[in-house]
């Protein structure tokens, strides 16, 4: 199996830019979650769906992201407009479901530095 | 609201000891624990998990161990190797999957 697969890997861009991050989740996972690694904050949960709904986007830190699943093997994570606080490595993972015994898989991370 | 905490941002441990990783929740409902291991430039993995209903788990050379009246947790390492180096986060498997802030060990040769 081919495992979570994010893209770019690396992006680097202008503040003010429009950043746009891809997940193919494991297919036959029914849940998506979209987490941010930072030094400060470690590793927090921005949205997850579940069966290409979104369930809890409480995590989201503003309204310049949003994330969409438009079908059961592909996310997006936007930032629009992008600041240079929003540099972090950007993790999607899915989970077969929402069970709490679920391990879930991660991707290796799409690394963003705003300049 | 941190629901799990670690608060240890870094330990260093010495090749072939034992290395203990901690951490506390703040809510008893939490039924399920899991440690994840992250390398640098990889997505964290799973590790090993323990439910609330044991006070222990093992696997090899790792072993979880839950303490239910002090909400806390730790991870043992026994013998410590210098693989092992790498970033660990402690999380509740309640769903969904909730973090703490990581502790990175350090194992020297």
Redesign the interface.
Known sequence: DAG?IQSPRHEVTEMGQEVTLRCKPISGHN?L?W?RQTMM?????LI?FNNNVP??DSGMPEDRFSAKMPNASFSTLKIQPSEPRDSAVY?C?S?PG????????????SWLTVV | DQQVK?NSPSLSVQEGRISILNCDYTNSMF??F?WYKKYP??????LI?ISSIKDKNEDGRFTVFLNKSAKHLSLHIVPSQPGDSAVY?CGR??????????TRLSVIA
């Open positions: 979570v849940s979650f987490y904050r470690g590793l927090e949960l997850y369930i809890d993790f993972a989970s929402l069970n709490g015994g679920n391990t879930i898989y991660f991707g290796e991370g | 670690q039924d399920y899991l430039a990889e997505g964290p993995t799973f998990s986060f498997g309640n769903t969904p999957l909730v973090f703490g802030k990581g």
